[in-house]
């Protein structure tokens, strides 16, 4: 009778044992997959606000708007493209109706007119050394020094101011102009992975 007795004991502890740690693995179970449907949905969100943030160019833009673009899409490709598994931004632009032009393009532009900015100080500085270049009055004189002065450069300082002047052309009249959107293209994790742009 004992033993039937301590074999029943023995038989409820190991049930009450199996029970515990059933439970205890339904419990761990439930408890990953809470994890992992958060983190899904953190992911999710995560990729709404990214495109979000890039859906608000999926318009007709302004070149200065496109510059903007550009630079934003540059310095995300700096700070996470290849981190994670996203993949770079492309951009695409069609100017003229001829080629295709890239991020790098409209970068450089940026980089070229700050440049000049540093060395002419304002626009209205480079417009008028560039009209006063190659006038031989004593006026046209008079207004280059007073600019010189004003930026404190030299003549010898300035490099090639029609190659200047002409950077200088391309960024203002690129500003002006309108590019109309097509549809972007996706990635796989959902995120935008190219944004294109033609010339109205």
């Not at 439970?23 to 899904?40: P, S, T, Y």
């Amino acid at each position: 009778m004992e033993n039937a007795s301590r074999a029943l004991t023995i038989a409820g502890t190991i049930l009450i044992s199996l029970i515990v740690i059933s439970a205890l693995i339904l419990m761990f179970r439930e408890l990953r997959g809470n994890k992992v449907q958060e983190a899904d949905i953190q992911r999710i969100e995560q990729t709404e606000k990214f495109n979000k943030s890039y859906e608000s160019y999926k318009k007709t833009l302004y070149g200065s708007e496109l510059l903007s673009l550009a630079n934003k899409m540059k310095d995300y490709n700096t700070r996470v493209a290849g981190k994670d598994g996203y993949e770079e931004m492309e951009l695409e632009v069609t100017i003229n109706g001829v080629g295709k032009k890239d991020i790098d393009y409209f970068t450089d532009i940026i980089d070229e007119e700050s440049k000049l900015m540093n060395t002419y100080k304002s626009a209205g500085n480079l417009e008028a050394l560039y009209e006063t270049n190659n006038k031989d009055t004593e006026a046209a004189k008079y207004q280059r020094n007073q600019i010189l002065k004003k930026i404190n450069k030299t003549e010898d300082e300035l490099g090639n101011l029609n190659k200047d002047y002409e950077t200088y052309q391309k960024y203002s009249g690129l500003k002006n102009k309108k590019f109309k959107s097509i549809e972007p293209q996706y990635s796989e994790n959902g995120r935008i992975k190219k944004m294109t742009y033609k010339e109205e």
